[in-house]
């Protein structure tokens, strides 16, 4: 079809002609008079069903053709002068065009992630790793102690956090507290706590505070003679976190640490035996770590006995139940019941026997 160019006519109503470049033009005027594009494509829309004076169609109208002279029909704009179309793309335009100024120029997403401390963070597994039992921190009371006089005799809970952190690390603590009044097993003769801040500017004052917020969740006063909480130097921080892959980092943005969570247990003499991450721990995966890392020292026969069927998994932190050593272990544990039956039976037999033949003795 032929685009359309605007004609008015004495009577001032619009009428179209062919025009160029698909814009109509106001009457008596070229594309130089063109009043704006948003202009001609309304002027354009009007046209849609009408018929030019020489009798060719106007506006791709298929209805008869207009006699010679005639002029197109008229029609009526829209109320308001508007086409919905129009109106719509130009709103969503502006939105877009609104969107792309408030976007940061200049940033790309890989140069947001290399700048985000997200990065430096993680609790990297290093079992059998020797903790260095040398390094000199300070306890809650504010005495100067060594690592090393909290390990020799029992499994050691270690656990890493930030006393002013003002979010995960004050769940951290009560989470393990709670974990530690279900475990099954006496803090103290089975194992000991230690609790190390990881910022060198914290106190022994803030070290003692939060040791009484988790001596509350715990319920027993006594437990602090068990549960250490530690402040020290950014040098002995660093040999302590790096042994056991414990990476954290200051966020500037934010003005907090950024880190992870969760607890090491340590073998008497040192070595990092097991993790578990998060805030809370499930105790029984607590309970096998310290049986475990105490080398069967603790626990009774019974926990040694789920030992066989559970074994540690270091990607999830967790124990998990091994299918194949299951069933050997329900299989023995059946075939020992069965034999047991089956020998109370045969002495029972034996006995009535006997009873039997002295009674035809007598």
């Excluded at 475990?292 to 270091?314: K, M, V």
């Amino acid at each position: 079809m032929s685009p359309v160019r605007a004609i008015v006519p004495a009577s001032g109503n619009p009428t179209f002609r062919p025009g160029r470049a698909g814009l109509a033009f106001p009457a008596g005027g070229g594309p130089d008079a063109a009043r704006s594009p948003a202009a001609a494509l309304r002027a354009a829309s009007f046209g849609s069903h009408a018929h030019d004076a020489g009798g060719s169609r106007c506006g791709g109208d298929r209805g008869p053709r207009a006699g010679a002279g005639e002029e197109c029909s008229r029609v009526r704009p829209r109320a308001g002068g508007e086409n919905p179309g129009i109106a719509i793309v130009a709103a969503f335009v502006t939105v877009a065009l609104a969107v792309l100024a408030l976007a940061p120029a200049g940033v790309s997403g890989e140069a947001l992630e290399a700048t985000s401390p997200a990065r430096e963070v993680g609790f990297d597994q290093k079992l059998g790793a020797q903790i260095p039992l040398s390094l000199e921190f300070r306890d809650d009371a504010g005495r100067t102690v060594r690592l090393g006089d909290y390990f020799g005799q029992k499994a050691v809970v270690i656990q890493l956090v930030y006393y002013e952190c003002p979010m995960i690390c004050g769940l951290a603590i009560e989470g393990l507290a709670k974990s530690l009044k279900a475990v099954g097993l006496e803090p103290g003769s089975d194992f000991t706590i230690v609790t190390v801040s990881f910022n060198p500017r914290e106190t022994p004052e803030q070290a003692l505070q939060r040791k009484e917020e988790a001596l509350r969740v715990y319920g027993d006063a006594g437990l602090g003679k068990s549960w250490h909480f530690l402040v020290g130097r950014k040098e002995e921080i660093l040999s302590l976190t790096s042994t056991v892959g414990f990476r954290y980092a200051w966020d500037e943005e934010q003005q907090q640490f950024a880190h992870a969570t969760g607890i090491v247990i340590a073998t008497p003499d040192g070595r990092v035996a097991r993790y578990f991450f998060g805030v809370e721990h499930t105790p029984r995966d607590m309970k096998f770590g310290l049986i475990e890392a105490s080398g069967g020292e603790i626990g009774s026969f019974t926990d040694q006995l789920l030992l066989l069927c559970y074994h540690y998994n270091p990607t999830t932190g967790r124990y998990g139940m091994i299918a194949m050593t299951s069933i050997r272990v329900g299989g023995a544990i059946t075939v020992v019941v069965l034999g047991g039956f089956v020998l109370l039976m045969l002495l029972r037999e034996r006995r009535r026997s006997r009873a039997g033949a002295l009674a035809e003795g007598a």
